[in-house]
Nanobody, 128 residues
């Protein structure tokens, strides 16, 4: 299994970015993708997770409303649309994938060693 992130970069506060997570090696659509982020000197946190089969999704904390997760099964890709960015959103964003889960909330809380694939990450930097 493999996932590759893209789409990070720099944005001004209030701006938007769209991240992509391209998955490969999975059979069919029975897998799920999670987005995670880690700011400098901060703990890793789950951002949003989605089932590629059902579309069921989960958002951590107050991110729902500013962040939107979506999928394109034809492209085996999950997206994270981030709007109204703030400097607190700065960090390394990476995606992970699993084929065995109970809830999408569970995926967002999984440590790396429970993920079956994760990428190198894409940097998001928001300037105020």
């Amino acid at each position: 299994f493999r996932v590759v992130e893209s789409g990070g970069g720099m944005a001004q506060a209030g701006g938007s970015l769209r991240l992509s997570c391209a998955a490969s090696g999975f059979t069919g659509d029975h897998y799920a993708i999670g987005w995670y982020r880690q700011g400098l000197g901060e703990d890793r946190e789950g951002v949003s997770c989605i089932s590629m089969s059902s579309g069921d999704s989960y958002y951590e904390g107050s991110l729902k409303g500013r962040f939107t997760i979506s999928k394109d099964n034809a492209k085996n890709t999950a997206y994270l649309e981030m709007n109204n960015l703030t400097s607190d959103d700065t960090g390394l964003y990476y995606c992970g994938a699993v084929t065995d889960w109970t809830t999408t909330e569970e995926i967002c809380k999984m440590p790396n060693y429970e993920l079956e694939a994760w990428g190198q990450g894409t940097q998001v930097t928001v300037s105020s």
